[in-house]
Nanobody, 125 residues
């Protein structure tokens, strides 16, 4: 079992920055690909960013490329999402996810093994 706990959400203004953190406990964190997803009411959960177990490869939703950066610190069992130049359309609950496969992370979120409970990000205009 892997337990994921997100933190760092909050209310900010458009153009501001936030850094989300997700700390994992349980089984070996460094063997898992990690990702961030987001969801707004009435919409499907949406992939935002993913990172392989080594941190060597990353992937992003087109609308956040150049603004968001995913990174991980395997020594701290933590994955981060640095969000810059935030826009009102980035408002959502952000979820951390862990899975052995980065492919599952990218193409089949229903198959992901572990999820956090989410942290709310609200961007005002």
């Amino acid at each position: 079992q892997v337990q994921l706990v997100e933190s760092g959400g909050g209310l900010v203004q458009a153009g501001d920055s936030l850094r989300l953190s997700c700390t994992a406990s349980g089984r070996t964190f460094s063997s898992y690909a990690m990702g961030w997803f987001r969801q707004t009411p009435g919409k499907e959960r949406e992939f935002v960013a993913g990172i392989t177990w080594s941190g060597g490869d990353t992937s992003y939703l087109d609308s956040v490329k150049g603004r968001f950066t995913i990174s991980r610190d395997n020594a701290k069992n933590t994955v981060y999402l640095q969000m810059n130049s935030l826009k009102p359309e980035d408002t959502a609950v952000y979820y951390c996810a862990a899975d052995p496969s980065i492919v599952t992370m990218l193409v089949n979120y229903n198959g992901i093994d572990y999820w956090g409970k989410g942290t709310l990000v609200t961007v005002s205009s």
